[in-house]
């Protein structure tokens, strides 16, 4: 490989790095919905899966239940994160073409 394959080869890595930026920023104003018992509770997480806010309806709210709520909260909880993971992992895949690099989100 010459020394001008390597320099194009730097400036094309030195390209993707800054275009998987601007998609980590751009994910982060991104959100996502999981919901759990026919939409009783919600959760909101952002692309980066980050969990920005939970509604709960109060009819679910029961003293004498509190695991059912404990339940519906992990449900939604975890689709609301596999959901940002799979943004996550559809936006970097269109800059990066489905590779992965050592360093890079």
Known sequence: MSTGDLGGLFQQAQKMQKELKAVQEDLKQ???????????VKVYANGQQEVLKIEIDPKVVDPDDVEMLEDLLLVAVGQALEKAKELSDQETSRVTGGMSFPGMP
């Open 30 to 40: 991104r959100t996502v919905l999981g919901e759990s018992g026919s939409g009783l």
